[in-house]
């Protein structure tokens, strides 16, 4: 009876407790905690003349342009060029900023990114435009800002910008009224410049003689080569365009208005296979030298059988100086099959056209260079033309008497005895003398003088040949002009050109 009563007072006490509020766990209300949006910044680099905010306009070329709200508009000298460096950032009051997305005005959907800046490249359309970009950040709960961080700003395309490269054309000494020869070729250099970026350049047009029919280059190119060229007299020009169609100044060679290059450029057409080139500027005012090797070339060739290139200094001939570009001095030599090279006092050209000369020779060319190089003017690693072991200043007393024999050493004793020369006049130059490299023998000596001769000590070497392929060069130390007394110089390049 007693187990009874118990359970149903149990029984009871459960019932009451259960319809009763527990009161060691109370109900906790509910939350009105909700997650905060991101906040987002941005900023440029720029030093503006004027900021506008909204409700502001500005008028240009007689269009009215109203800020909005949420909206700048930035107006400084800075901003009108089309390249963008963008900086932004997001705070989040409860939580972590995980990204950010970015839309300019031109773009049709929004992109997503991590980093807090980036540089951009707007796409010229016209020469004028407004363009902006809006930037909201992202939270770690996906939350994003509903009111994105904006600015705008106005954009001018400016116009590229021509020059020719530094150097490239030849120059002037004195007076711009002077002749800039070549042969049927040409090559041309330039730099283009764009305050909006190289990328926004796309073309590069030139036209020949004058301008009514241009020719197409791609933006990027910063040189031409001409073949083919007409003789007579040319003149080019050049001109850039930019993605927006705006165009660059036009620049021309030869320019009337500029007095620092020729103002004439006369192409001429080579002739024959055989060239001679004078790479001693100074004879270039009396041709002494020329003279004496036309009319030899005239005997034995014909006086409408071989070219004649001129190469000056920035003293003589400035004008018609060495070409900016291997191309063309290699063009240059590749019309003909036989060259005949010579220098003598001041600077030359040998080592700008090292390359050149190599390929020339390589290709089977047959090259006399007669460089009587003077003071401490040594042979240059380029010169792969031809192979010397040792130079050395042969002359006591910087001269060699007329008379002196130079003996030949050509292989047979009847060619030795005909092509023997000797000096026509003085010789009164401290020049180098030579011994061959591996790869050469030598041709020519002094007679030997012993070892206390008057003007220079045993017998020094004084012209090499060296083969490069089917390709021959003959190098001398010493001026042929000066090693005429046998009268027999135009044996010798009978000889070496072949011509017997």
């Not at 020869?181 to 030139?206: A, C, K, N, P, R």
Request: hydrophobic residues 35%.
């Amino acid at each position: 009876m007693r187990h009874r009563v118990f359970v149903g007072v149990l029984f009871l006490l459960t019932l009451l407790m259960w319809n009763c509020e527990n009161p060691f766990t109370p109900d906790i209300p509910e939350s009105t905690y909700t997650n905060l949006p991101p906040e987002t910044h941005i900023s440029m680099i720029y030093h503006p003349d004027t900021v506008l905010t909204a409700g502001d306009y500005w008028i240009n070329e007689g269009d009215t342009i109203w800020v909005e709200e949420n909206d700048s508009l930035i107006l400084g000298l800075d901003t009108t060029v089309s390249v963008k460096e963008v900086f932004w950032w997001g705070d989040d009051p409860d939580g972590e900023i995980i990204g950010y997305y970015y839309q300019w005005s031109f773009m049709p959907e929004p992109e997503f990114t991590q980093e807090e800046s980036d540089t951009f490249y707007l796409p010229l359309r016209s020469k004028f435009d407004i363009y902006s970009i809006k930037v909201w950040a992202v939270d770690n709960d996906s939350l994003e800002d509903s009111t994105p961080a904006v600015v705008s700003f106005p954009v001018y395309n400016s116009p590229p910008v021509l020059e020719w490269k530094l150097n490239s054309l030849p120059p002037v000494a004195t007076t711009p009224n002077v002749v800039h020869q070549s042969f049927t070729h040409h090559s041309f250099f330039w730099d283009v410049y764009d305050l909006d970026g190289l990328e926004t350049i796309t073309s590069v047009y030139w036209a020949l003689d004058d301008t009514s029919t241009w020719h197409r280059l791609d933006g990027d190119q910063r040189s031409i080569f001409l073949e083919d060229l007409e003789p007579g007299n040319h003149r080019i020009f050049f001109q850039a365009e930019d993605i927006a169609g705006a165009k660059s100044n036009v620049i021309s060679f030869p320019d009337p208005e500029d007095d620092e290059i020729p103002n004439t450029w006369k192409v001429i057409e080579p002739v024959g296979d055989y060239l001679i080139v004078n790479d001693y500027a100074s004879d270039q005012l009396n041709y002494t030298h020329q003279n004496f090797y036309k009319e030899i070339f005239d005997n034995i060739i014909g006086s409408d059988q071989y070219s004649i290139w001129e190469i000056g200094d920035n003293v003589n001939n400035a004008h018609n100086s060495i070409p900016y570009s291997t191309q063309d001095i290699e063009y240059n030599l590749s019309y003909f099959k036989n060259v005949f090279w010579f220098t003598f006092r001041g600077e030359n050209s040998i080592n700008q056209s090292a390359l050149a000369l190599t390929r020339f020779v390589a290709d089977g060319g047959i090259l006399f260079m007669n460089n009587a190089m003077k003071g401490g003017t040594l042979a240059d690693t380029t010169w792969s033309f031809t192979s010397i072991d040792t130079m050395y200043f042969f002359s006591k007393t910087g001269r060699v008497l007329p008379g002196t024999n130079i003996d030949g050493f050509w292989g047979d004793p009847v060619l030795d005895s005909t092509l023997a020369l000797s000096l026509g006049s003085t010789l009164a130059d401290r020049l180098w003398a030579i011994e061959p490299g591996k790869n050469a023998v030598i041709r020519y000596r002094f007679e030997d003088a012993g070892p206390n001769g008057q003007s220079y000590n045993g017998a020094p070497g004084i012209m090499t040949e060296t083969r490069i392929n089917e390709g021959i060069c003959y190098y001398m130390t010493i001026p042929l002009y000066y090693c005429n007394g046998n009268e027999n110089v135009d044996k010798l390049f009978k000889h070496v050109f072949e011509l017997e």
